[in-house]
């Protein structure tokens, strides 16, 4: 059922600004007027998150991944964490950026090290180049192709060249030449293409040197081990940083909320749910200090729709709303709803196997994995789902394909083996099994009707309830009855009677459905229009066949890998092993695909067929302020 | 083996085969476009996968009207039985709906259900929206394949 929902106003000392909001997110039943699903947050706010998030991302790198985690803080632990957690996040902090400055440098040294490769054979050191005045040395290569010739005309004019090495393509080494001819030294290094290379500046021997690199570099690969151990034994700590997240971003939207205030006072305004109203002011008036004011709403207000049902009737809520949120002035069609969904789903999958599947699976699901929000509401209605699935399967004597009749079984127990519980099978005789979801179907689109005449009701239009609600509900029992009477001899009489309600069904359209238009033409015309409206209705009810279908597809799928793991069963000495392995990829395809289609069909026949009678929506979720976590489950109050 | 025989067979090939053709081109249509949405978005992963997987099951209907009609000759499950000519081709005429509308619709349906896609990747939460308005498509092919199966029970062998 819908709540109604007031709009509130809360005052309190400007003092207690801070107090007043951190209540009212610990209460989770106030609903702010500028609600946002997506609170965007300051830049210091963001990278403050960002940072830990890091920290998180870095330690949870050598954290044992397990399925089924569930991260619990207790409330002082909570409200504490940030001590704790900020020393980690530094001592985290120090350790990676001595890693990353230690990986920079080891980069660095290696590719040093590569260039000095080839010129190891020099026999000078680097720096001391730079200090020689009457003399240049250029250290570099020229291709293998050209040295011969360079070497002679160098020798040749009085410089020299040292080689070092050599390899496929070049040879290096180092070139010297006096300052005096400088001009004529470079017009021969151009010539034959010489490149010269700047080294690093060294104060020892190259050859010398290359142990030094390496040590230098082992070194830091030693450093980088031992900080990453460093990090790897604070991955146990890791929950810690998680929590931390958790109540930085609760502080940060805290922070965002938008307060008014006068000269001593905040107020801070929105809604709330009627019910909840006096826990609320209880549970509040312990530890703050505050006023409490009930503002009123206009008519044009749009109010948040709150709801309150059973845990039945909550997980089908989801599905409604991926409709549309019921406005907070019609009735809540939640609890209807939710049996129809229940009872469907269970027929379309209709197989006692995949029933006890259902159940087993998502009941272990929910127990181990505990899964939050829209997920949750969905693993919670396949397993709710799997009681009608079982028990359609029984009425169809189905059990993973084969047939099992639960009947004949309570029967040999009781002495009456003839007894069956086989009421349909819609492999072999589909003929009574569309005419019970057409029937279904027929079920369920009065039961729409009468939700449409609830509403009108609410409204006090009589007309509208007659003229839309009872008038199809009047055609379509008669058509049932028309039906019934056509079939059986016996029953004659039904379709006198079908007639008449129908008859009735009629005239009722045909006078009220232009009650609102003026002039006599126009009234006529406009019922005329409303009985057109029997084909939509003759649709919708065909639609209904779509539960044939799916259990038809169900059960057939299921047959027939029977029947390969039978066949495949054959084949000496793998065959059972093979058999098995079709029978279980076979029937797990079938589970999913028929999960996924009574998923799919039975929302559709809800939203078209069902909600399209009455159903106007158009509102939007009563969301209080509230903890939001990335990485908590749950909180827990008393230790 | 009868002429009536191989005329079902052929019934329950094109039953299997044209639907099936249909179903793959609608799931390949969907699935392109579900591939563009997850290089942006790859959360989106679940809700697009089954928005992509609704185009499948007209090719599982033709399957199941093949399935049905071989099981009906005893081409599967037991021994073949000699039919006539006339009730050969009956079960031909039963594959019919099924064949020729889950090919086009499984097409369509795979355009519809490429569209839904792209509005999943604008709005997430809209995602069941798009399911439904996916689904009103097949609701053509399962009145096909209820014509398949009603006109499969009235043959009589």
């Known amino acids: 059922m819908i709540v109604p929902v007031k709009k509130v106003r809360l005052l309190a000392p400007q003092s207690e600004r801070e107090a007043l909001i951190k209540l009212i997110q610990h209460e989770n039943k106030f609903m702010l007027f500028d609600h946002q699903e997506e609170v965007s947050l300051p830049s210091d706010l963001s990278q403050h998150l960002k940072r830990i998030e890091r920290g998180v991302e870095e330690l949870s790198k050598y954290e044992k991944k397990k399925f089924f985690s569930f991260h619990e803080a207790s409330r002082s632990e909570f409200e504490k964490v940030e001590h704790e957690a900020e020393r980690l996040l530094n001592e985290i902090d120090e350790n990676l950026t001595l890693i990353e400055k230690k990986k920079a440098d080891n980069v660095g040294l290696v590719k040093d090290i590569a260039s000095l490769k080839p010129y190891l054979n020099i026999s000078v050191a680097t720096k001391a180049l730079n200090r020689l005045v009457k003399t240049r040395i250029v250290i570099g290569y020229i291709a293998r192709i050209n040295f011969d010739e360079f070497l002679k005309e160098a020798n040749d004019k009085g410089h020299i060249f040292e080689e070092s090495s050599r390899d496929e393509e070049f040879v290096y080494g180092a070139f010297g030449y006096e300052l005096v001819y400088e001009n004529q030294a470079i017009l021969l290094l151009n010539s034959y293409r010489f490149k010269e290379q700047t080294l690093p500046l060294f104060d020892t021997k190259l050859s010398e040197l290359l142990p030094e690199l390496n040590a230098s570099l082992a070194d830091n690969e030693a450093i980088i081990k031992e900080k990453e151990g460093a990090l790897k034994a604070l991955s146990n700590k890791v929950n810690v940083l998680r929590t931390y997240y958790d109540y930085s971003y609760n502080k940060a939207v805290r922070s965002q909320v938008k307060t008014g205030q006068t000269e001593r006072v905040v107020y801070i305004e929105g809604w709330m749910r009627e019910d909840q109203i006096d826990t609320f002011k209880a549970s509040l008036s312990q530890k703050l200090d505050y006023d409490f004011e009930e503002l009123s709403v206009n008519d044009e207000e749009l109010v948040p729709t709150a709801t309150k049902n059973n845990v039945f009737v909550q997980q089908f809520e989801s599905i409604t709303n991926m409709f549309s949120v019921p406005s907070h002035k019609e009735i809540d069609p939640n609890p209807v709803m939710s049996i129809w969904y229940w009872i469907i789903f269970g027929i379309m999958m209709g197989d006692i196997g995949y029933g006890l599947a259902m159940l087993v699976f998502f009941t272990l699901f929910i127990k181990y994995k505990r899964p939050k929000g829209q997920l949750r509401n969905l693993a919670m209605i396949f397993a709710f789902s799997s009681v009608p699935s079982i028990i359609f399967g029984i009425f169809t004597g189905s059990l993973f394909g084969f047939t099992f009749d639960l009947g004949k079984v309570f029967g040999s127990w009781f002495g009456n083996p003839n007894f069956s519980l086989i009421l349909l099978q819609p492999v072999d005789d589909p003929l009574p099994m569309l005419i019970f979801s057409l029937g279904l179907g027929i079920l369920h689109i009065i039961t729409a009707l009468v939700m449409k005449i609830l509403n009108e009701a609410r409204k006090k239009d009589i007309l509208a309830i007659l003229a839309d609600g009872v008038s199809w509900i009047l055609i379509l029992l008669g058509a049932v009855f028309a039906a019934i009477g056509l079939m059986s001899p016996t029953l004659k009489i039904m379709s006198t009677i079908g007639l008449v309600l129908a008859g009735l069904g009629a005239l009722l359209i045909l006078f009220l459905n232009g009650r609102s238009k003026k002039g006599i033409i126009s009234k006529g015309l406009s019922g005329l229009g409303g009985l057109y409206g029997v084909t939509s209705y003759l649709s919708d009810v065909l639609s209904y066949s779509r539960l044939l279908a799916l259990s038809l597809s169900t059960a057939v799928i299921a047959f027939t890998m029977n029947l390969l793991a039978g066949m495949v069963a054959g084949v000496p000495i793998v065959g059972i092993l093979l058999a098995i392995v079709v029978y279980l990829i076979g029937h797990v395809f079938n589970f999913v695909m028929g999960l996924l289609s009574a998923y799919v069909h039975d929302g559709r026949l809800q939203y078209l067929e069902f909600f399209g009678k009455f159903y106007e929506g158009g509102g939007y979720e009563f969301a209080p302020f509230a903890y939001k976590f990335k990485y908590l489950d749950a909180i827990k109050e008393n230790e | ?157």
């Open chain 2, 1 to 157: 083996m009868t002429t009536g025989l191989v005329y079902a067979l052929f019934g329950a090939g094109l039953a299997a085969g044209l639907a099936g053709i249909g179903s793959a081109i609608g799931v390949a249509i969907a699935g392109k476009s579900a591939a563009g949405v997850l290089s942006e978005k790859p959360d989106l992963f679940g809700r697009v996968l089954i928005l992509q997987a609704l185009p499948g099951t007209q090719g599982i209907y033709g399957f199941l009207v093949a399935i049905l009609i071989m099981a009906k000759i005893g081409m599967i499950g037991g021994t073949p039985i000699a039919i006539t000519p006339a009730q050969g081709l009956g079960l031909f005429a039963a594959s019919m709906p099924i064949a020729i509308a889950g090919l086009l619709s499984g097409i369509y349906q795979g355009k519809m259900a490429a569209a839904a896609i792209a509005m999943t990747a604008k709005k997430p939460t809209m995602s069941a929206r798009g399911m439904t308005m996916t689904a009103i498509v097949e609701t053509y092919a399962i009145l096909g394949l209820l014509v398949s199966v009603l006109m499969y029970v009235a043959v009589a062998i």
